[in-house]
């Protein structure tokens, strides 16, 4: 009998082991022994979210969810409901990450607030999961910079090769640009070089530090705030009445898939919870930030999308740039050249935040022994986590250089509003097993606002075509395989749990 025990036992621990929470004692106190720098205040945080989440998502996705495409039914003016259905889920989102930020002001975001609710195979699938939303999203962001970029070059009677700008995937279907390319070994060169050298030169600036990371940021939301902001007043005196009808095209459908694309414009709020620990008082400045970020964009975007479907029929909107084809129409072509520098400057703001959340991720997960040690390295002079800023520009511009921007948007969406649901479902799970726990901020109507933002999140998802459900759940299998190698192996919680076990 007794060696039929040991088989259940083990199993039993090894089970309880992938749903064990991390105490919030324990992560409250790695916030008062981290190495990192605390300088941040609430206009900063405020600053970092705008920069996040106003860039390509305005600039490049607005079209193409007034317009639509094979695979889903446009919006058309309804674009503007589009964009406050998404709002109102991401404020659901927000006042949940609002609450779990204040309470736990650690680098790690979405990945630390599962891992002190849901248990670490929770925490390890949402870490693998941000994966999606930060490195996987700043591709696509990366790719649109190079896109704008390269037109306001145009402009100045410069032309970037088209071999040297473009993705792999668009050049094998262009004869022209493969023709145009070099060749190596009778091998077509093509490589988006302007993607890959935006995201080195802001991974040096990373490195640098956070103050002066906060800094490029302020310039660039300052610089973008104003293009847009000059784009609303100028495209007011175009608008035509008569583009806004039918308001609804494809009626409500289209609203939903349109708000499933304009999710991308939102996904960036979040990011302002994973600088909690270079905060000066995260418990106050934390929830201001995040949700005060969020509320200032979404005003911007209704503006800009009420504009840009007034000015054009949503129908001739299919395309990457938008705001600079209403501007063109109209021969507004000096006007056109101030909305490609506001763009550069939204996009390079969002690559600079995405670049500065993905590794303080990864150095929270190593921390935790969930990655290699090497990842919770803190640079002796900078003091910011060098060795995973630097290893995630790498990477990123890798992609970029490479990577058609389509795939990466859809699969960017559908990581993030899984992770906005889990975060949610981990604001329920806290207030029932540590109701006492101070709480500087609180989700009003818990748990039912949480409950809902569960169901919006996943809701939103469903609008997501199918290809992208598969790639996700695939990219999900891959991190449990990893979890499984190394993960459960090198566990801190883990080990310590087991030591404490065998002591008693």
């Given at each position: 009998?007794?060696?039929?025990?040991?088989?259940?036992?083990?199993?039993?621990?090894?089970?309880?082991?992938?749903?064990?929470?991390?105490?919030?004692?324990?992560?409250?106190?790695?916030?008062?022994?981290?190495?990192?720098?605390?300088?941040?205040?609430?206009?900063?945080?405020?600053?970092?979210?705008?920069?996040?989440?106003?860039?390509?998502?305005?600039?490049?996705?607005?079209?193409?969810?007034?317009?639509?495409?094979?695979?889903?039914?446009?919006?058309?003016?309804?674009?503007?409901?589009?964009?406050?259905?998404?709002?109102?889920?991401?404020?659901?989102?927000?006042?949940?990450?609002?609450?779990?930020?204040?309470?736990?002001?650690?680098?790690?975001?979405?990945?630390?607030?599962?891992?002190?609710?849901?248990?670490?195979?929770?925490?390890?699938?949402?870490?693998?999961?941000?994966?999606?939303?930060?490195?996987?999203?700043?591709?696509?962001?990366?790719?649109?910079?190079?896109?704008?970029?390269?037109?306001?070059?145009?402009?100045?009677?410069?032309?970037?090769?088209?071999?040297?700008?473009?993705?792999?995937?668009?050049?094998?279907?262009?004869?022209?640009?493969?023709?145009?390319?070099?060749?190596?070994?009778?091998?077509?060169?093509?490589?988006?070089?302007?993607?890959?050298?935006?995201?080195?030169?802001?991974?040096?600036?990373?490195?640098?530090?956070?103050?002066?990371?906060?800094?490029?940021?302020?310039?660039?939301?300052?610089?973008?705030?104003?293009?847009?902001?000059?784009?609303?007043?100028?495209?007011?005196?175009?608008?035509?009445?008569?583009?806004?009808?039918?308001?609804?095209?494809?009626?409500?459908?289209?609203?939903?898939?349109?708000?499933?694309?304009?999710?991308?414009?939102?996904?960036?709020?979040?990011?302002?919870?994973?600088?909690?620990?270079?905060?000066?008082?995260?418990?106050?400045?934390?929830?201001?930030?995040?949700?005060?970020?969020?509320?200032?964009?979404?005003?911007?975007?209704?503006?800009v999308a009420a504009v840009v479907t007034g000015m054009v029929p949503w129908t001739e909107l299919a395309t990457a740039e938008p705001l600079t084809v209403a501007m063109n129409r109209y021969n507004l072509g000096w006007a056109a050249g101030l909305v490609a520098v506001g763009s550069v400057a939204a996009h390079t703001a969002v690559l600079l935040v995405f670049q500065l959340g993905q590794p303080r991720i990864f150095y929270a997960m190593a921390r935790d022994g969930l990655l290699p040690q090497a990842f919770a390295r803190v640079h002796p002079k900078y003091r910011t986590p060098?060795?995973?800023?630097?290893?995630?520009?790498?990477?990123?511009?890798?992609?970029?250089?490479?990577?058609?921007?389509?795939?990466?948007?859809?699969?960017?969406?559908?990581?993030?509003?899984?992770?906005?649901?889990?975060?949610?479902?981990?604001?329920?799970?806290?207030?029932?097993?540590?109701?006492?726990?101070?709480?500087?901020?609180?989700?009003?109507?818990?748990?039912?606002?949480?409950?809902?933002?569960?169901?919006?999140?996943?809701?939103?998802?469903?609008?997501?075509?199918?290809?992208?459900?598969?790639?996700?759940?695939?990219?999900?299998?891959?991190?449990?395989?990893?979890?499984?190698?190394?993960?459960?192996?090198?566990?801190?919680?883990?080990?310590?749990?087991?030591?404490?076990?065998?002591?008693?």
């Amino acid at each position: 009998m007794a060696v039929k025990r040991v088989p259940f036992r083990a199993m039993f621990g090894a089970w309880k082991a992938l749903f064990a929470t991390k105490p919030l004692s324990e992560l409250q106190a790695e916030y008062s022994t981290s190495q990192l720098k605390r300088v941040l205040s609430v206009w900063d945080l405020i600053g970092l979210g705008i920069g996040a989440i106003i860039g390509a998502g305005i600039f490049a996705t607005v079209g193409t969810a007034a317009a639509g495409d094979a695979a889903r039914p446009g919006a058309g003016p309804g674009i503007i409901l589009s964009f406050v259905l998404t709002a109102a889920v991401c404020g659901l989102a927000a006042l949940c990450y609002a609450e779990m930020a204040a309470m736990v002001p650690i680098a790690g975001s979405a990945y630390t607030y599962a891992y002190a609710t849901l248990g670490e195979i929770f925490a390890w699938i949402i870490g693998w999961d941000l994966i999606i939303e930060y490195a996987v999203g700043n591709v696509a962001v990366a790719i649109s910079w190079s896109g704008y970029f390269c037109e306001l070059l145009r402009g100045l009677g410069i032309t970037v090769p088209a071999w040297a700008s473009t993705d792999l995937r668009t050049a094998l279907a262009s004869p022209e640009i493969l023709a145009a390319a070099p060749r190596v070994l009778g091998i077509p060169i093509v490589v988006n070089l302007p993607a890959m050298g935006i995201v080195l030169l802001l991974t040096w600036v990373l490195v640098r530090g956070i103050r002066e990371s906060s800094r490029t940021n302020a310039v660039m939301v300052l610089i973008k705030l104003a293009v847009l902001a000059f784009f609303v007043v100028v495209g007011l005196f175009y608008v035509q009445p008569e583009n806004y009808k039918p308001f609804l095209p494809n009626g409500w459908h289209g609203v939903w898939a349109g708000a499933a694309i304009v999710f991308f414009a939102y996904i960036g709020f979040d990011a302002v919870s994973t600088a909690a620990e270079e905060c000066r008082n995260p418990a106050r400045d934390l929830p201001r930030g995040i949700i005060g970020s969020l509320v200032i964009s979404t005003l911007i975007y209704v503006a800009v999308a009420a504009v840009v479907t007034g000015m054009v029929p949503w129908t001739e909107l299919a395309t990457a740039e938008p705001l600079t084809v209403a501007m063109n129409r109209y021969n507004l072509g000096w006007a056109a050249g101030l909305v490609a520098v506001g763009s550069v400057a939204a996009h390079t703001a969002v690559l600079l935040v995405f670049q500065l959340g993905q590794p303080r991720i990864f150095y929270a997960m190593a921390r935790d022994g969930l990655l290699p040690q090497a990842f919770a390295r803190v640079h002796p002079k900078y003091r910011t986590p060098y060795v995973t800023t630097i290893l995630t520009g790498v990477v990123v511009a890798g992609f970029a250089g490479f990577a058609n921007i389509e795939e990466m948007v859809d699969l960017t969406n559908i990581g993030t509003l899984f992770a906005f649901a889990l975060v949610s479902a981990g604001v329920i799970v806290l207030r029932f097993t540590n109701p006492q726990a101070p709480r500087p901020f609180r989700v009003p109507l818990s748990p039912w606002l949480p409950l809902l933002s569960v169901v919006a999140c996943l809701g939103l998802a469903l609008g997501l075509p199918r290809i992208t459900w598969l790639r996700f759940l695939a990219w999900l299998a891959l991190g449990l395989v990893v979890y499984v190698v190394y993960g459960r192996r090198f566990s801190q919680l883990r080990k310590a749990n087991s030591s404490s076990q065998n002591s008693v």
